[in-house]
């Protein structure tokens, strides 16, 4: 298959699973695009190996795909070629931009750890996890970007940071099919939740004080990314921008379902998509606010911001934004 094809196949498979994030990318100079879609479809076909429902195999034959696939494509990224078509966009898009190979080793080791670890005792350990499953994407899309300082590595980092702790959010259902519990356990015991309550998929007063806290964490997380918003071209914080603003949308969404993750899956309605982007296009970049505090910072890498109430809202949101969760096949 030749480059052109591998790329195209990398679209379309960002088109078909991120829709929110194809919308985004859509803002960037087209020569940058098939870029996004390599680094999106590689973290997928990573992912789906380890998670996907539809896949009948164990936890070894799972185990087994996802080591021989990374062995076979860090193989091929020494060489500087592949015969898979996802590998085969994604190496070249790795050797043009010089994206860091520790990102993608720390990538995989995580995507590795989803196939033992289940249950993450503290925020901390969860952290450890996500800069490998989320921060380091953050941290390979600034080639793309081409930020005009290196400080724009934090908050890239956070931001995605703050992706992945949405997708938890609205995926606990789908998760815990999985076998798995991404809210970590000390804030389960902070708020007199069970794992037998979780399982119950029922939304208790205690679950719906969580999912709060959460939310409210998250939010956070998004704020302080936003510093990174004035530390890149005009194209590439539009593209930005339209991420950020429809992935913490969801979380609206949640809220406005009264935090019923188990029963609907909390989606941005396409309509809404498409007058993000618009807006976005048509609005200055503003110059980067000043950055919260942090109480401390995991290795130098993924700042964790202290927690503190704030204000929620789900202004704008409507109950046929919320789309019934589908039986899984």
């Known amino acids: 298959m030749d480059l052109t094809t591998s790329y195209e196949v990398c679209r379309r498979i960002n088109a078909a699973h991120g829709r ?25 076909y990573a992912d789906d190996l380890v998670d996907h429902l539809a896949l009948d195999w164990d936890a070894e034959q799972r185990r087994a795909a996802l080591e021989g696939w990374a062995a076979e494509f860090l193989a091929d990224l020494e060489r500087g070629d592949s015969e898979d078509p996802v590998c085969k966009a994604t190496i070249h898009t790795v050797r043009t931009l010089g994206i860091d190979h520790g990102d993608l080793d720390a990538f995989l080791r995580s995507m590795a750890m989803d196939l033992t670890v289940s249950r993450y005792e503290t925020y901390e350990d969860l952290l450890a996890y996500m800069h490998g499953s989320a921060a380091v994407i953050g941290s390979m899309m600034l080639p793309v970007l081409q930020p005009l300082t290196p400080a724009a590595r934090e908050p890239a980092m956070t931001l995605g940071v703050a992706f992945q702790l949405t997708n938890f959010l609205r995926d606990v259902a789908e998760d815990l099919q999985r076998g798995r519990i991404y ?14 309550m979780m399982q119950a998929r029922r939304v208790t007063p205690e679950i719906r004080h ?4 959460e939310i409210a964490r998250t939010r956070r997380l998004y704020e302080s990314a936003r510093a990174g918003w004035g530390m890149l071209p005009s194209a590439s914080a539009r593209c930005v921008r339209t991420a950020h603003t429809l992935y ?9 379902a009264d935090h019923q993750v188990f029963d609907v899956r909390a989606v941005v309605p396409a309509w809404q998509k498409l007058g993000v982007a618009v807006r976005q296009m048509a609005t200055p970049v503003p110059a980067p606010p000043p950055a919260l505090p942090t109480t401390s910072t995991l290795d130098g890498r993924v700042p964790v911001i ?9 202004a704008g949101v409507r109950s046929s934004d919320v789309r019934p969760r589908p039986e899984p096949k």
């Open 248 to 256: 913490e949308r969801i979380l609206d969404r949640i809220e406005a």
């Open 210 to 213: 969580l999912l709060t806290f």
């Open 20 to 44: 929110t994030y194809y919308t985004a990318t859509r803002l960037l100079p087209a020569a940058s695009r098939p870029h996004v879609h390599a680094i999106y479809a590689f973290a997928r």
């Open 183 to 196: 809210l970590p356990m000390e804030d389960l015991d902070r708020f007199g939740v069970t794992e037998e």
């Open 306 to 314: 202290a927690d503190r109430p704030r204000g929620q809202t789900t």
